[in-house]
């Protein structure tokens, strides 16, 4: 038997919101299986982790069963859950999702869907039918969501604030540094435009190299507007993204462009990687363009000499 488990039983009324609440925990990071037979259960807990993962901190389960999972006895998986506690000492709690009859009856007729225990006969009589096999689960559940008068959101929510974990429900943060002329992201939820900032392209010395080198980040620091800007970059994401996590958003993308995407996006870009880093934030840093072939005919220098350095068409 493998290291005791966090174990969450999903069970409830067909159509009170069970495919929701899984979809909701396998995006919070949890391993789900639905309606797997029950003599595999314990097959199932003692199967070993995948290659590599050896050592890593094992991902709760989420185990959706209901009146159609095979060989469903719901007195006999009371009795299960209790010898898989008291055996192996895994950590089991059990959320039963309940609804109205009428309720159910109205989804039924609004998605057109057929009871699974009714498919030759009213929808109510499968939820009536339904109701009296689960009822040793529902009294016996440890949590139960009424979901009668609950949004598809509103359950969503309510799955995140009861049952995530610390740092295995953080969205996947991505900072992103682009080139403007090399097309923009689709993917990116939050955009800045880094243009406004001095450009190292117009300097002999510092146009091989990029925003990661100690000379070009010199450089662009040495902008007057350099670092109130940037500054109120960092606090603002600091404000806003645990409230995309709040909100249950899976993968968030932060995108800093300039013209090329090799200097001045990718000094900021750095940065504010390292300081939401410290901030208590796992962001994964990628440098779209910073190997690309510079396009010299995108580049427009502005007559005055020196003040060309502080063109804003570069890279």
Known sequence: MNEPKTILLLSGLSGAGKTTAL?????MGWEVVDNIPLVLLD????????????GEYARPLALGIDARTRGFDAAAI????????????????????DCSGSELERRFAET???HPLALDRPAADGIARERELTEPLRRWAGQVIDTTGTTTNALQQEIRARFSRERLSDPVLTILSFGFSRGVPRNADLMFDMRFL???????????????????????REDPAY?????????????????????????????????GGKHRSVHVAARVAKYLQAAGFSPTL??????????????????????????????
Do not use: M
């Open 198 to 220: 001095r450009n190292p392209h117009w300097v002999d010395a510092l146009r091989p190299k990029t925003g990661l080198d100690p000379e070009v980040a010199a450089y662009i």
């Open 23 to 27: 979809k909701t925990l396998e995006d």
């Open 78 to 97: 009371v009795q299960r859950i209790k010898t898989l506690r008291e055996r192996h000492g895994h950590d089991i709690e059990t959320l039963f999702l």
């Open 43 to 54: 097959r199932l807990l003692d199967t070993p982790l995948p290659e590599g993962h050896a």
């Open 112 to 114: 057109r869907r057929r």
């Open 286 to 315: 990628l440098h779209r363009n910073i190997e690309s072939v510079p396009q010299e005919s995108l580049e427009k220098h502005r007559p005055g000499g020196p003040k060309a350095s502080h063109d804003t068409n570069g890279p």
């Open 227 to 259: 670092e109130d800007a940037v500054g109120r970059i960092e606090q603002l994401l600091a404000t806003l993204l645990p409230r995309y996590a709040e909100g249950g958003k899976t993968y968030i993308t932060v995108a800093f462009g300039c013209t």
